[in-house]
């Protein structure tokens, strides 16, 4: 796991919502949501922050090895989901069986009960962008996901792409979520100043780290940052693909090191070669019209 500057803020802002959940209060509980573009990284953040947590927890409440007790529960929205569907996902991760015949209500006292004797207090709901509430049965299952947080004694994280712009977000319901969500927007790698170049250089070489290469020279990739950068469009996400697939090739053809022709023949995603080409073409428009200039 690679710490960041999210995930340092996320840790920081997570234990502030937390300690403010824990006070006797009137109020509505506060939640956190984790929102960016696809390979920003938001998965592996959530799931970082659920594991301190519970390792905090089980640490301060003397529980280490207690197997009644569950301080987080991690569920994945499915894409067009129902009530039943979305908490299913939950009694999945659980292990609680759910007869077929069931219904979401029936399925949601089950789960609530559970949580509630497990004791957990932080519940993270991943892809929460497939609830989508154009459709009433997406509609529903948003509906049903907010009960679902107004009945347990527990944050709620939330993560998602774009999720300012979703459904969950929108109309009177979404108003009402959105005023208890503190937003944390993640957004990819800068290169436009020297200290962004010197965070994502950072990055490079804790990806670079990571590596079980026999003949790769340590820190070597910090010269190329910047054709990674090109490469990824500044993506956590782009970085780590690009370079496991580049460490297994290297590992395949028995050369055990990634040097930048090792990187040219290794292939990224859809989006990251976009983003290349992309930059690409800009770069050699602006070749041009200053060539013009020049003549």
Do not use: C
């Amino acid at each position: 796991m690679l710490e960041t500057t999210d995930t340092h803020a996320l840790t920081r802002q997570t234990r502030i919502i937390l300690s403010r959940n824990a006070a006797t209060t009137a109020t509505a509980r506060r939640g956190l949501a984790i929102s960016g573009a696809a390979g920003m990284g938001k998965s592996t953040a959530a799931l970082l922050i659920g594991k301190r947590h519970e390792k905090a927890e089980r640490r301060r409440l003397e529980r280490i090895d207690d197997v009644s007790f569950a301080p987080v529960v991690y569920a994945v929205v499915p894409p067009a989901t129902t009530p039943r569907m979305l908490m299913q996902a939950f009694a999945s991760w659980l292990g609680l069986p759910v007869p077929q015949r069931s219904t979401a209500q029936l399925v949601t006292e089950h789960v609530v009960g559970v949580l509630r004797t497990l004791g957990t207090s932080l519940v993270v709901v991943d892809e929460v962008h497939n609830l989508t509430t154009n459709r009433q049965a997406g509609a529903e299952a948003a509906s049903t996901l907010k009960q679902f947080a107004d009945r347990l004694d527990a944050t709620f994280l939330y993560a998602g792409i774009d999720l300012p712009t979703t459904d969950l977000f929108a109309g009177d319901m979404g108003r009402q979520i959105k005023a208890r969500m503190i937003m944390h927007q993640m957004r990819p790698y800068g290169n436009g100043s020297k200290t962004d170049r010197e965070a994502w250089t950072e990055l490079v070489l804790g990806v670079e780290d990571l590596l079980p290469l026999a003949e790769h020279e340590p820190e070597s990739l910090a010269e190329e940052a910047a054709y990674l950068w090109d490469r990824t469009g500044g993506s956590i996400g782009g970085l780590r693909a690009l370079l496991s697939d580049a460490a297994i090739g290297a590992i395949i053809d028995g050369t055990e090191k990634i040097d930048r022709r090792r990187l040219q023949a290794t292939a990224t995603d859809y989006a990251a070669e976009e983003h290349h080409h992309t930059r690409a073409a800009m770069s050699a428009g602006s070749h041009k019209r200053g060539l013009q200039r020049a003549q």
